[in-house]
């Protein structure tokens, strides 16, 4: 068993960044490939970025790449997502997500959900 926490959500102006935190608890966090989604209101969740367990191969969404980026510490069992140059599009509720492998890019692929950080982006 994972419980995934997220925090660091907020309101935030266009063109401002966020640090999303989710820590993890459990002895084999090390050994889990990581992700963040994402679901705005009336639309799919998404991915946003995953992690490999050691944090040496990352992947994004294509529209992120450059201004998301996706990082782990094993030792504080946390994983990060740092957002910079945020649009109203990004608006949603992340969630953090243990995934089953390193390559899984959509929901039915994660093995344990966090509740979600709400982000809110004005323009």
């Known amino acids: 068993q994972v419980q995934l926490v997220e925090s660091g959500g907020g309101l935030v102006q266009a063109g401002g960044s966020l640090r999303l935190s989710c820590a993890a608890s459990?002895?084999?966090?090390?050994?889990?490939?990581m992700g963040w989604f994402r679901q705005a209101p009336g639309k799919e969740r998404t991915i946003v970025a995953a992690?490999?367990?050691?944090?040496?191969?990352?992947y994004y969404a294509d529209s992120l790449k450059g201004r998301f980026t996706i990082s782990r510490d094993n030792a504080e069992k946390t994983v990060y997502l740092q957002m910079n140059n945020l649009e109203p599009e990004d608006t949603a509720v992340y969630y953090c997500?243990?995934?089953?492998?390193?390559?899984?890019?959509?929901?039915?692929?994660?093995?344990?959900w966090g509740k979600g950080t709400l982000v809110t982006v004005s323009s």
């Open positions: 997500a243990v995934l089953r492998s390193a390559v899984v890019r959509t929901p039915l692929g994660v093995d344990y």
């Open positions: 459990g002895r084999t966090f090390s050994t889990l490939a």
């Open positions: 992690i490999t367990w050691s944090g040496g191969i990352t």
